[in-house]
T-cell receptor, first 112, second 113 residues
Framework: NAGVTQTPKFQVLKTGQSMTLQCAQD?????MYWYRQDPGMGLRLIYY???????DKGEVPNGYNVSRLNKREFSLRLESAAPSQTSVYFC???????????FGQGTRLTVV | DQQVKQNSPSLSVQEGRISILNCDYT??????FLWYKKYPAEGPTFLIS?????DKNEDGRFTVFLNKSAKHLSLHIVPSQPGDSAVYFC????????????FGSGTQLTVLP
């Protein structure tokens, strides 16, 4: 009963470096999400995937790309990291509309 | 433009008393509302939800009230316990352009023993 698993848990990047945050869910959910949490800002949606094969921009997509590799996995890529991307990133998944989303434990990313 | 607003960043209550957390929304396409609880260094966990066809939903000590005409919902915790101390996020989703799950900025609840 792993639920939503994110890797890594912590990461420090230098400005300009790239990296991919991995997310996998074992609940057979159709929808997956990437959020970032910043102080006083709540959880802001970066990208989401309503179903396998589709991705859509959320509120703050600039500087990020995503891949819905299969039904289980949804990755978030930073091509050229910037200090403004220092944040805690959360992946989530849900079944169809009007059900709750389940969250991973988060990835704390620092860009120096 | 925040579509889901939690105007109180923090709230302190005494153990055993009622905690009331408030949330306002602007998008009339939202038809499903959720509350999440978050402890430090953990992911948010689902607490309770309500569909727009209802105006109240209860689960143990937690009750969510929805006032559609005012576009307002609230979470009541009775009685409050020290373990309830956490950040509480309100979230909303709907159809069409509102199908993504949108969160408020959160309210830090502290229950004092």
């Amino acid at each position: 009963n792993a639920g939503v698993t994110q890797t890594p848990k912590f990461q420090v990047l230098k400005t300009g470096q790239s990296m991919t945050l991995q997310c996998a869910q074992d609940m057979n959910h159709n929808s997956m999400y990437w959020y970032r949490q910043d102080p006083g800002m709540g959880l802001r949606l970066i990208y989401y995937s309503a179903s396998e094969g589709t991705t859509d921009k959320g509120e703050v997509p600039n500087g990020y790309n995503v891949s819905r590799l299969n039904k289980r996995e949804f990755s978030l890529r930073l091509e050229s990291a910037a200090p403004s991307q220092t944040s805690v990133y959360f992946c989530a998944s849900s079944e169809v509309a009007n059900t709750e989303a389940f969250f991973g434990q988060g990835t704390r990313l620092t860009v120096v | 433009d925040q579509q889901v607003k939690q105007n109180s960043p923090s709230l302190s209550v005494q153990e055993g008393r009622i905690s009331i957390l408030n949330c306002d929304y602007t998008n009339s396409m939202f038809d499903y509302f959720l509350w999440y609880k978050k402890y430090p260094a953990e992911g948010p966990t689902f607490l309770i939800s309500i569909s727009s066809i209802k105006d109240k939903n209860e689960d143990g000590r937690f009750t969510v009230f929805l006032n559609k005409s005012a576009k307002h919902l609230s979470l009541h915790i009775v009685p409050s316990q020290p373990g309830d101390s956490a950040v509480y996020f309100c979230a909303a989703k709907g159809l069409g352009s509102a199908r993504q799950l949108t969160f408020g900025s959160g309210t830090q609840l502290t229950v004092l023993p």
